[in-house]
Structures are given as structure tokens and as C-alpha cells.
């Protein structure tokens, strides 16, 4: 009884050093063919899985995912050109130029068969990432809630003018509604501070822009065809009309996914329940 006991506590006296031994995710940088620095998060190992964070977001917006899965996977977040650490060029924010980018990512790293997860803007960016570079290096593509149409309607087109205006006129109060806006669960308000902190390190002008190219980013058609590979559509309530969009052209080449009572940040929102179902999604995506 006294061995179990002394066994018992010298467990729990290491437990705080075996964690703190935990690797966290190393913070890297490559730089791309035209000259920018792109960072990014890497941690663990195995089949390889790229996060793509939204509009302003910065990698580490995918800290719950790399916490949980790193033990698992190869962890590749990346801040895009003008977002987080990376460069902030006056120039390359097209949807084409960002999917570049992580195509010149992946081959850095030599990855093999990425699963490329895209949230938000990051959707039409891994469309176009199809579109250009095709799926032989492919394993899967997920999609977070991101906006799919044949082509915005008049009042999207009207909402992100206003949306560009505000930016101009008080971008810190646009960034703090933006931010909060995208949890529906509550949220602690450091991090919701330091999110908002990240959201406004993108030059206001190059925010601007990257709004009006998510526009550019319609006619799918091209990509679709491509679409061999397994995919995923990660989404909440507000974004049916999405959903709907997604399986009427693509049919079961699409696995659907709601998050009710969750909102535009669902990954953080329901972690739990996101990182559950990206790693049985991951299950059944051929490695070869």
C-alpha cells in the first residue's frame, strides 16, 4: 500500500514536468518566389494537414486544433502574405497569388498528400489552389465556413462596401465588432483582445483589398471539375445557403458538416467537436 502510494505521488510530482516537455509548435519562415517571407507554425508528425486561417486572422487562430491533433499529424498553420507574421507587401492579394503561396509552402516542406483546410476567406483561396495546381499532390480539402455561390448577391456586394467604408473610417472599432462577432460561446477577453490586436496588424488599405478579391473568387466551376479528392464543408446555420450551393454541384463529392449554436469560428467555438470529426474525416483519406 505504502510502494502504491509513494508510486502515486511521485507520478503526480513529474506530471507538471512531462508536460511542460510537451514540444509546442515551432515558428518558421520560407520565403516565396516573388521575394515575401511567408511564417508559419509547425508541429508533429505524420500525415500532413494545412491550416488556412480567414480575413486578418493569424495562424495561431488554429492553436486548439494544433494542440489536439500534433500528436497526431504533421501541423502546418500559415499567417497568408500581409496576416500575422509574414511579410506585408503592397502587392499579391489576389486569391490566386495567396493559393501560390501555400503551393510554394507545401513543396518547401516536401509534403506529401497535404489535407489543405481553408476557413472563411481561405475557402475560395483553396479553390483556386485546385483550379491552378490540380489534386496530385492532394490528399484531402476541407472547407470552414467559408462563403460559396455562383456569385454574391446585390446585398453581399452592398453589406461589404459599407463593411470597406467602416475600415476607412474607424478600423479599430470595425476590427473589435468584427472579432467578437465571429464566436457565439464565450470567449475569454484577453484572447478575444489578442485576436483583435492580429486582425489589425493587416495595413487597413491591404484589408480593404482583400475584401473586394474574396469577390473575384466566383464560377467554381473549374475547380469543381477538378475536385477528385475528398472533401468537407465545416459550417453554421447562418451559412445553409452555402452548404446547399456546395451539394447541389458537387452531390456526395461533398460531406457536409453543421455546427449548430456555433458561430463563423466553429473550430474554436466547438473545438472538440471540430477536431473529432477533421481526425475521422482524415481516416478515410487514401495515403497514396
Avoid at 1 to 28: D, G, H, V
Avoid at 213 to 236: E, H, I, R
Avoid at 242 to 262: N, T
Amino acid at each position: 500500500m505504502k510502494r502504491t502510494l509513494a508510486l502515486t505521488l511521485l507520478c503526480m510530482s513529474l506530471a507538471p514536468a512531462i508536460l511542460a516537455q510537451t514540444p509546442a509548435a515551432s515558428s518558421n519562415f520560407f520565403k516565396t518566389s516573388d521575394g515575401t517571407r511567408i511564417h508559419y507554425l509547425e508541429a508533429g508528425s505524420g500525415r500532413a494537414i494545412v491550416f488556412i486561417p480567414g480575413w486578418t486572422m493569424p495562424a495561431w487562430i488554429w492553436q486548439k486544433q494544433i494542440d489536439a491533433l500534433s500528436g497526431k499529424y504533421h501541423i502546418v498553420a500559415v499567417d497568408p502574405r500581409s496576416q500575422g507574421e509574414s511579410d506585408k507587401p503592397p502587392y499579391g492579394h489576389l486569391p490566386e497569388n495567396r493559393a501560390h503561396d501555400y503551393k510554394e509552402l507545401v513543396d518547401h516542406l516536401g509534403l506529401k498528400l497535404p489535407a489543405l483546410v481553408g476557413w472563411s476567406m481561405g475557402c475560395g483561396e483553396l479553390m483556386k489552389y485546385v483550379e491552378q495546381f490540380g489534386t496530385s499532390n492532394v490528399g484531402a480539402v476541407v472547407l470552414v465556413d467559408g462563403f460559396a455561390a455562383e456569385k454574391p448577391s446585390p446585398e453581399m456586394y452592398a453589406g461589404l462596401s459599407g463593411w470597406m467604408n467602416q475600415l476607412q473610417q474607424d478600423r479599430a472599432k470595425q476590427a473589435d465588432g468584427f472579432v467578437r462577432h465571429m464566436y457565439n460561446k464565450p470567449q475569454p477577453e484577453d484572447y478575444l483582445k489578442r485576436v483583435i490586436a492580429a486582425s489589425m496588424q493587416v495595413p487597413t488599405d491591404t484589408a480593404a483589398v482583400l475584401i473586394y478579391n474574396m469577390l473575384a473568387v466566383s464560377g467554381w466551376s473549374t475547380a469543381f471539375a477538378k475536385m477528385d479528392k475528398p472533401l468537407m464543408f465545416a459550417y453554421q446555420p447562418d451559412n445553409q445557403t452555402s452548404a446547399d450551393f456546395l451539394k447541389s454541384k458537387l452531390g456526395d463529392k461533398v460531406r457536409l458538416e453543421k455546427f449548430d449554436g456555433d458561430g463563423h469560428a466553429l473550430f474554436v467555438d466547438d473545438a472538440d467537436k471540430f477536431n473529432r470529426l477533421l481526425d475521422e474525416f482524415m481516416k478515410g483519406v487514401p495515403q497514396s
